[in-house]
């Protein structure tokens, strides 16, 4: 006899995976400093979308909206006291590969900001989003996140929440996938192969060039999340603190404006912790590719991979030490 009983479980939101709760070990202690030091948390069960907000999605929302993202807004000179005025126009971050190998403790040689880049044309005015719709939407600053998130009635993730849902339920593994990079051969993520930034050796989904791929090209993980390992970094609403304890690290391969750089101070740009990694995560450079790995980003910096996925939360607690 069917029970008339109320189905206690919740109703599933489209296109969203339900993390449940539990304590995990974060961070890690075989890497970088900002890992440190390894603790426990405990986080409390919500939803988290499969895979990040895609360019079809961003797209909905402009058009609802009719929102005009950071990359896009002319620049304030006030937020940047001495620089040139000539270089404070619209334009967002974009990766140029190197002819060669170059020297890598110098992003500027792979960067450069170019003027009218933006989610609309991630890599320059040039470029458009044609076929692209699947692909991840990138040039989104952490205020663009945001705003997306508040109109979908959901939140960015803690950082917490992310790296929980990025486990898949394999707590202290290196990867989302287990302790191998590339189980019996087979690629797991949108992540460079080959050596950066001028050797790129495409793989599944790949172009001749790196970029970003659609999302589901490569396997999700045990909570059935797509690309929460390379393809783009995402944000999250955590401010960034490296370590608690030492100071924080210059960025590996999330820079900031290189032509503005040198006006940024903490007071005007935060940093918020990003995760995952991106298509440009190599092993020869950015080992970032995992769920302990973490950066600082500005808040206001638009790059060509950097997006976000949301989440809705069951309580008000996304998770806590202890």
Not at 105 to 128: K, M
Not at 175 to 198: H, K, L, V
Not at 247 to 259: G, T
């Amino acid at each position: 006899m069917r029970s008339s009983l109320p189905d206690a479980s919740p109703k599933r939101p489209k296109g969203m995976a339900r993390v449940p709760g539990g304590s995990f070990v974060m961070g890690s202690e075989d890497f970088f400093p900002e890992e440190q030091p390894v603790h426990t948390v405990t986080v409390e069960p919500f939803w988290i979308d499969e895979h990040p907000v895609t360019n079809a999605e961003f797209r909905r929302f402009v058009k609802a909206t009719g929102y005009v993202t950071v990359a896009e807004r002319p620049l304030d000179p006030a937020d940047f006291p001495g620089a040139d005025l000539a270089d404070l126009v619209p334009g967002g971050l974009v990766f140029q590969r190197t002819a060669g190998p170059v020297r890598l403790d110098d992003y500027r040689q792979w960067w450069a900001y170019v003027p009218g880049a933006s989610w609309r044309h991630p890599r320059g005015p040039a470029s458009t989003l044609d076929g692209l719709d699947r692909h991840p939407v990138t040039q989104i600053a952490h205020e663009d996140a945001t705003a997306y998130a508040t109109w979908a009635g959901r939140s960015l993730p803690t950082e917490i929440e992310w790296e929980f849902a990025a486990r898949g339920g394999l707590d202290a593994a290196t990867y989302a996938w287990g302790d191998e990079f590339e189980p019996r051969g087979r690629r797991m993520a949108n992540t460079w192969a080959g050596r950066f930034p001028w050797e790129f050796l495409p793989a599944r989904g790949q172009s001749e060039q790196p970029g970003t791929t659609a999302i589901g090209t490569y396997p999700p993980n045990g909570y059935g999340l797509s690309d929460m390992t390379g393809n783009v970094w995402e944000w999250t609403s955590d401010l960034f603190t490296a370590d608690r304890r030492r100071p924080a690290p210059a960025s590996c391969c999330a820079p900031a404006n290189p032509v503005v750089a040198e006006s940024y101070t903490a007071e005007r740009f935060p940093r918020r912790v990003t995760k995952g990694g991106s298509f440009l995560c190599a092993p020869n450079y950015c080992l970032r590719y995992r769920p302990a790995a973490r950066q600082g980003q500005t808040e206001d910096t638009a790059t060509c991979h950097l997006g976000f996925r949301t989440v809705m939360r069951e309580s008000a607690n996304g998770g806590r030490s202890r």
